[in-house]
Antibody
């Protein structure tokens, strides 16, 4: 059974970089069959797609965040990561990692989510 | 990219059927058969209910069904049950090779 687990600081200061890692177990991220996705949800609000990474190296990011986002993968650790630079209070959210099937909109496995608060 | 448009809330009595709409444009919902629906209970991660417009993952009740007409996708829940009370989000691929969510719909079982 595939499992995803987000990890990283729960508190980040304004203007600093938010860094999260998603550790995948029960399957390999080194597969062209899947995209690895980050999604966030501000408290009391809806879901927002942040971006995805693929084994081919083709990444895609939300245009509204593109200038501040970088995603990468570490296949040796079976992890993928999110860096969001110059954060503000508006970046406070629960951050989820997920797996999406290639050639489909099917995000079938999700992490439990991790709350990141931006505050001094 | 603009969020897809969903009604803020939909309600129904147990046993009834309800439909949640998700309206986009020809650059997202109308242009691709990559519309998914997710159910989210409070404090939980979203759960995939429908993918690629009308496909149901194994383990999801056949009371959930999806469809699309033009730029609007729909999720129908038949035989509404108390456990269906949750937030529902649609998600679509876009012509910019990105993905966009709807604003979410709160389903209340009366």
């Amino acid at each position: 059974q595939l499992q995803l687990q987000e990890s990283g600081p729960g508190l980040v200061k304004p203007s600093e970089t938010l860094s999260l890692t998603c550790t995948v177990s029960g399957g390999s991220i080194s597969s062209t069959n899947y995209y690895w996705v980050w999604i966030r949800q501000p408290p009391g609000k809806g879901l927002e797609w942040i971006g995805n990474i693929h084994d081919s190296g083709s990444n895609a990011y939300n245009p509204s965040l593109k200038s501040r986002v970088t995603m990468s993968a570490d296949t040796s650790q079976n992890q993928f990561s999110l860096n969001l630079r110059s954060v503000t209070a508006a970046d406070t959210a629960v951050y989820y990692c997920a797996r999406r099937n290639y050639g489909s909109g099917r995000c079938d496995y999700w992490g439990q989510g991790t709350l990141v608060t931006v505050s001094s | 990219q603009s969020a897809l448009t969903q009604p803020a809330s939909v309600s129904g009595s147990p046993g009834q059927s309800i439909t949640i709409s998700c309206t986009g444009t020809s650059s997202d919902v109308g242009g691709y058969n990559y519309v998914s629906w997710y159910q989210q209970h409070p404090g939980k991660a979203p759960k995939l209910m429908i993918y690629d417009v009308s496909n149901r993952p194994s383990g999801v009740s056949n009371r959930f069904s999806g469809s699309k007409s033009g730029n609007t996708a729909s999720l129908t829940i038949s035989g509404l049950q108390a456990e269906d009370e949750a937030d529902y989000y649609c998600n679509s691929y876009t012509s910019s090779s990105t993905w966009v969510f709807g604003g979410g719909t709160k389903v209340t079982v009366l």
